[in-house]
């Protein structure tokens, strides 16, 4: 297992350093939303947690090429199959991104931002990097309040989507059961 160290390294490594049970997942450059869906047990759903300006997080601003000290418009669900969280996803959107995207942001509601995204021929995706999220990292914090799970160190990846030339990113991070991944 890799060790985290203070802040994440955003890497895409060889699949041969990922947990053998969660490779194929962070390495997916499909719709999650399509693959949680097939996989779902009970039936899969978009849990709302947070829709709104905010700082954003070092690491974000960074992917961004924005300065941290500008707000950005965040969203942040969780992905759920019956009552059980899978993935936390936090979708961070740049003040030049917003009024491109603001219509179909808004519309979303409990609607997955990835159902919109892979609809939409006109939307490319940067590549997927992947971190094992320190505990002392914000996005691993939001997770796991959000999840109601212990505080852990935890897998994620993250990907910049471009949307008629505007940037976006989506940061994705799965969450264990007691039975461990991938549920």
Avoid at 15 to 34: C, I, Y
Avoid at 68 to 76: D, L, N, Y
């Amino acid at each position: 297992m890799l060790i985290p160290s203070a802040y994440p390294h955003w890497l895409t490594p060889p699949k041969s350093r990922l947990p053998e049970n969660l490779a194929d997942w962070l390495q997916d450059a499909g719709s999650l939303t399509v693959r949680l869906k097939a996989h779902s047990e009970v039936g899969f759903s978009v849990q709302l947690r947070k829709s709104s300006w905010q700082k954003s997080m070092f690491d974000e601003a960074l992917a961004l090429g924005v300065d941290r000290r500008q707000k950005v418009f965040c969203r942040e669900v969780c992905l759920m199959d019956g009552e059980t969280p899978r993935v936390f996803a936090r979708t961070v959107v740049p003040l030049s991104s917003y009024p491109v995207l603001r219509m179909g942001l808004s519309s979303l509601g409990t609607a997955s931002l990835g159902h919109w995204l892979f609809s939409d021929p006109a939307v490319t995706r940067g590549p997927i990097q992947v971190s094992l999220l320190p505990i002392n990292h914000l996005l691993c914090q939001h997770a796991c309040d959000a999840a109601g799970i212990p505080l852990q160190p935890l897998w994620a990846r993250r990907s910049c989507f471009l949307l008629r030339g505007k940037k976006l990113l989506v940061n994705e991070v799965f969450l264990p059961t007691a039975e461990g991944y991938p549920w």
